[in-house]
């Protein structure tokens, strides 16, 4: 059971997927432990949203997926990122610190 | 370009679901082990480590359910689910769908085909490029507001003042010719028509070029164009008919082009002597400018085109303008005259449009009919199905997924009836255009085309959708009440649909019953001539008959020769008692008329004369069709080319003219210098209609006639089957003059039950309509007490186990029945009555109000509507009441 604090804000996983992509091509379980790790647990991936998330984000052309071997020689369907993909993250994180600091503004002039 | 990607992995999951699943599988268990994996290293066992993940990440089937219904394609993919239980459902219940299916085929396909014809006539754009600025002009007389066709001077300076129409033309549908050297001598009907006829409808000849110029100019004007079919049947489609001489009235005409196979000229028959379809065309060549006589003549329907961005009423300003320069220039003939403008798709349907729109909405009432049996017996169903759909909802099937199972499965039937009913539309169009009435506009255009194909549609899913509602309505209800049925809301629904039914079948019945005794009344009106026993047919005289006459010389010796020639052999013919000619027969939609004065009145002011109809006949017409001479005589023979100028008048017009005074002995004349004596006067015929008031009318003998009538219409009274004088008729006047062509063979009742045959079609249609509709709301009332009985059936057992005797019983269904019915027909009354003055322009001698045929239709209401309940009633009286007790 994720707790309130482990939530994503609506629409962010998509975000932190392109990221988590962006590095190297990685799969679906490696996204889950980075975004887990990175964030030291503060965020816990569901495999359903990420499976969801990641059909969506495929079939948007942000990502391409491969099969290919992993790390300990099992078949692994490995997520990169596309060129569109690369630019819809760069516009993503743009807004997001827009968002960020504009909320941050508010929140400090109460 | 995103959505294509989605769309195209859609689809590939669509497709290639068992790979896309197999692809899913694989990724998710590796996502899941490598999970466990590090479980294990951290000193799980494997078993715990499963366990472990499934709780933190969600299970794998979950997941796998999740993303699989994530994208678009799962919504079809369910939606073929749902298709295909429907399909299952229905196919387990053959009986319920087969009638479903007939009766939504019933509704759409009547409603299908009336829109065809609908379509067609009335809402389809004229064949024409920009049809929307055609209009049609008339000359419009202020004193009477009566439109007139066009004299050919007029026409001359409206086209040539006017600043709003690209193109003006004319068209005279007068002229007739003989063709000869093709086998036997062929009546063509032509019309002359200006110039740029063709090139303002906008249309492209099929072979040869339209008009020139030049050839719009007197004598120059030897050309003709041919209407398809005249190219196919006398010439045999050959391409080669261009440029060659054909022989027509005797004179040698070269052929310039032919009209494209679907070139239909859209007119109202009335407007064009009962032809709404012309063998060939021949340039007009009005002089320029025309004669001053041919302000006073007036045989031109006149078409318009106006300019891009002019508006009606700028155009109808414009015309407005020319008319009063017109009337200050010639008063004498265009005194009070104005210029009507009508766009020309209007005009044509003007007569016919509230008859078809009314019964479009006659068969929309049947489909209402229809759909609410059809809604009584999803009902009736969905009672039955209340337990499978409790369980589907215990078992977690939300009640928006239940109602999508549920309106999908009526929009199937649905479909099946709709496209069934379509089905049957499509393959009668042809029977249906051959039973319409025969000067119905249009009728060539009648056509399943894509316009129908949406209306089907539209009206399918509509009614599918509105008796797909009904079971959702009960699903919701019985999920409520936890799967037991909710009877008291049930029945309220079914009753009311059963009262809205008896109501609609009673506004249709009564709006039949309307129409039929109208049309009864109609045909029982005294045509004032005999139409028993009487064979008709057209003759055609050459030119060699007409040759050299002048108006008012009365050059008719010819004529009269060749008819008393024939009137000598016809009468020969065993089984014929008499013959006789005349220019224009009743009822055949040919008309003439003309302005006269009376010896001795003062003449009339500028712009106003006295007109009557007018009647070349031969001796013997009043005898030969039994039109009474009430006073004085009738013609003979010696009415004739050297004989003194006489005519006969009916009793109108002796009414209208010279009231309480005898008219024998007054004389009148027709603009010339001759007085004509009036020694008879017969009785009133209805020339122009049943439905219309007989008009004053003058008689002459055909030898004294003042203008050359060539196409006399013989006329035959016979002691055996008229129709069996047809062929020796035919034969006589072949062997008498060969180029003499013989045409419009019919017997006088084909003229009497044609010229209702649009009062007859509409009546027809709207009685089929409301009988189905009396029989479907009967079946409605029917099944509606059938269930009321098998619901109260253990009631029943109490009561008479009580003591209630069976009558009682019988009664108390039978008053439940009648209450319905009773609320049915007090709702339909009250539309009848409210609906019914919008058909009174199509009734004749009977009131939209009509009390003897509401009560009539009320009536027959009420006898089927109890006999169809009386069979559940009856069921009910006679159940045991130990077995009914027993009963559940």
């Not at chain 2, 479980?39 to 933190?56: F, N, P």
Request: with cysteine.
């Amino acid at each position: 059971m994720a707790d309130k604090q482990g939530d994503l804000v609506q629409g962010t996983l998509d975000m932190l997927i392109l990221k988590t992509v962006a590095l190297e091509p990685i799969h679906g379980y490696g996204i889950a432990v980075r975004i887990e790790q990175v964030s030291n647990r503060v965020f816990k991936v569901n495999a359903g949203s990420l499976f969801v998330a990641l059909q969506r984000l495929n079939r948007a052309g942000f990502i391409r997926s491969e099969w290919k071997a992993s790390e300990n020689n099992r078949r692994a369907k490995y997520y990169a990122l596309t060129e569109y993909g690369r630019k819809r993250l760069a516009s993503e994180t743009r807004d997001w610190g827009r968002q960020v600091s504009a909320i941050a503004k508010i929140l400090e002039a109460t | 370009m995103s959505w294509l990607r989605s769309f195209a992995s859609g689809l590939r999951a669509l497709f290639r679901k068992e790979q896309v699943d197999r692809e899913l599988d694989e990724e998710l268990s590796g996502f899941l082990e490598m999970a466990s994996e590090e479980k294990v290293k951290g000193g799980m066992d494997h078993q715990g480590a499963l366990r472990e993940v499934r709780l933190e990440r969600g299970s794998l089937g979950v997941t796998k359910e999740v993303v699989g219904t994530s994208g678009w394609e799962s919504f079809v993919l369910s939606l073929w689910q749902d298709l295909r239980f429907a399909g299952r459902t229905l196919r387990k219940n053959p009986g319920f769908a087969t009638v479903v299916i007939l009766t939504m085929a019933l509704g759409v396909g009547a409603n299908t085909g009336i829109f065809t014809v609908v379509n067609a006539v009335v809402l389809k754009p004229l064949p024409y490029p920009d049809s929307d600025r055609l209009l049609t002009l008339w000359e419009r007389s202020r004193s009477d507001g009566l439109d007139s066709t066009v004299a050919p001077s007029n026409f001359y300076d409206w086209r040539a003042q006017n600043r709003s129409f690209a193109k003006m033309a004319a068209i005279d549908p007068y002229p007739d010719f003989i063709l000869n050297g093709t086998g036997e001598a062929q009546r063509l009907s032509g019309a002359d028509v200006t110039g740029d006829f063709f090139s303002l409808l906008g249309t492209r000849m099929g072979l040869g070029r339209d008009f020139l110029a030049e050839e719009d100019r007197p004598g120059q004007n030897h050309v003709v164009i041919l209407s398809y079919g005249t190219w196919q049947r006398y010439f045999s489609g050959r391409p080669d008919i261009l440029r060659q001489a054909v022989t027509l009235n005797g004179a040698a005409y070269s052929v310039v082009g032919v009209l494209p196979r679907d070139f239909s000229f859209v007119s109202k028959a009335a407007d064009y002597q009962a032809r709404n379809q012309f063998d060939l065309f021949r340039p007009m060549a009005l002089p320029v400018p025309p004669p001053e006589w041919m302000r006073g003549t007036h045989p031109l329907c006149v078409l318009a085109r106006m300019r891009p961005g002019v508006t009606l009423q700028q155009a109808q300003a414009d015309l407005a303008g020319i008319a009063a320069n017109l009337e200050r220039l010639y008063p004498n003939q265009d005194k009070e005259k104005g210029i009507a403008a009508v766009p020309l798709g209007q005009h044509v349907v003007a007569d016919v449009r509230g008859a078809l729109l009314t019964l479009l909405a006659a068969v929309g009432l049947l489909l209402l009919i229809t759909s609410a049996n059809i809604a009584n017996l999803v009902l009736t169903r969905a009672t039955a199905r209340g337990q499978e759909i409790a369980l589907r909802a215990a078992l977690g099937a939300s009640l928006a997924r239940i109602s999508r199972q549920l309106m999908t499965e009526s929009l199937v039937l649905t479909a099946a009836g709709g496209l069934l009913g379509l089905l049957l539309v499509y393959a009668s169009v042809p029977a249906l255009v051959r039973h319409l009435p025969p000067d119905l506009p249009r009728k060539a255009e009648i056509a399943v085309d894509g316009r129908v194909l949406i209306f089907t549609g539209v009206v399918a899913l509509a009614a599918g959708f509105l008796f797909g509602l009904t079971p959702i309505f009960h699903a919701r209800g019985s999920l409520r009440l936890g799967g037991r049925g909710v009877a008291g809301g049930r029945s309220r629904l079914r009753s009311s649909l059963v009262v809205g039914q008896v109501a609609m079948a009673l506004v249709l019945l009564a709006g039949a019953g309307l129409m039929a005794k109208s049309l009864w009344r109609l045909l029982e009106v005294p045509p004032g001539f005999r139409t028993e026993h009487v064979l008709t047919a057209r003759l055609s005289l050459p030119p060699q008959y007409t040759n050299g006459f002048k108006f008012g010389t009365g050059m008719h010796r010819a004529i009269s020769a060749f008819q008393r020639r024939l009137l000598d052999r016809v009468r020969a013919i065993p089984g014929v008692q008499s013959a006789a000619f005349a220019a224009y027969l009743p009822l055949s939609g040919v008309d003439n008329s003309w302005s006269f004065e009376i010896e001795g009145r003062p003449p009339k002011p500028p712009g106003e004369s006295d007109e009557v109809n007018y009647r070349p006949v031969g001796p013997g017409y009043f005898e030969t069709m039994s039109i009474p001479v009430s006073r004085g005589r009738g013609f003979t023979a010696a009415d004739n080319e050297d004989g003194p100028l006489v005519i006969a008048i009916n009793e109108s017009m002796a009414r209208t003219f010279w009231g309480a005074a005898d008219p024998i002995g007054q004389r009148v004349s027709f603009s010339e210098d001759k007085w004509r004596t009036i020694v008879g006067i017969v009785g009133d015929v209805h020339h122009q209609g049943l439905d219309l008031k007989a008009a004053p009318e003058m008689y002459l003998p055909y030898a004294q006639a003042p203008n050359v009538e060539a196409r006399p219409t013989i006329v035959l009274r016979t002691s055996v089957d008229p129709l069996n004088i047809a062929i020796p008729l035919q034969k006589v006047v072949a062997e008498i003059d060969r180029t003499v062509p013989i045409d419009r063979v019919a017997t006088m009742q084909d003229l009497v039950t044609n010229s209702a045959e649009q009062p007859r079609f509409r009546t027809a249609v709207i009685l089929t309509f409301s009988l189905l509709a009396l029989f479907v709301a009967s079946i409605g009332l029917y099944g509606v007490m059938s269930q009321v009985v098998s619901q109260r059936t253990q009631e029943f057992g109490i009561r008479m186990a009580l003591g209630a005797t069976r009558g009682g019983v019988l009664l108390s269904v039978i008053g439940q029945a009648a209450k319905l019915i009773g609320i049915g027909i007090a709702l339909g009354l009250t539309g009848a009555a409210l609906l019914s003055q919008t058909i009174a322009r199509l009734l004749y001698g009977v009131a939209p109000l009509d009390g003897v045929t509401f009560a009539g239709v009320t009536a027959l209401l009420v006898i089927v509507g109890l006999a169809a309940v009386y069979v559940p009633a009856r069921r009910a009286a006679k159940c045991d009441p130990m077995w009914s007790l027993r009963y559940e």
